[in-house]
């Protein structure tokens, strides 16, 4: 006759099953990492872990890039430039650097012209058309008397003049009236460049053997010329 087996050890036999069932059911993943291995890993690892439950994108972070290397755009020039500046009854172009175009003056050359810009602080490099008014006042009365800025004696074209005994600077028409002035007087006094003058002849000593045959002299009379009375 078989031993039956004992109720009590069945029942500690079930209860370790049991047990061991939960056990098993309590190891097994569930989909998600513990918060110390999230640790572990980048800060952005548990966004993207909830994007994708969610189905969106995680925010971006965003780095301190420090300061800003793009290049900062000039501020364009607003005031409008003026065509045509007259400075000493001469138009001149404003478009252009002052220090180039205050030149077409008679009787300023670049020389005179950045001597008596420096003196004035003034920019040569700017265009004419944006002085103003009071600016372009200096210009004109530092052209009409360069000595009275500062501007060296041995750079004025009027030195000890005949009639003041003053070392002057003259342009325009005050220069071609001069010029015209002095040639009448070297004529009237009979010296030898008036008479060169006079006669529409070189003055300074240049030949006169192969040039200088225009309309003002005389030129090569030729015979037949001279038969026919011509």
Known sequence: MCDLPDSSMMSEETKTQSEAAVNNEASKPTGQEPAKEASKQTGQEPAKEASKQTGQEPAKVEKDAGPSTQKTEKPKETEEIRQIVRLRNTDLDGRKQIGVEITRIQGVGHNIAKSILKLIKIDPHKKLGLFQ???LERVEK???DPGAVGVPVWM???QADIDTGKDIHLNTADLEFARKADIDRMGSIKSYKGMRHARGL???G???????RGNTTLGVV???DMKAGK
């Open 133 to 135: 008014p009071a600016e």
């Open 142 to 144: 530092a052209i009409m």
């Open 156 to 158: 004025l074209n009027r």
């Open 202 to 204: 070189k003055v300074r």
């Open 206 to 212: 240049q030949r006169t053997k192969s040039t200088g």
């Open 222 to 224: 030729r015979r037949k």
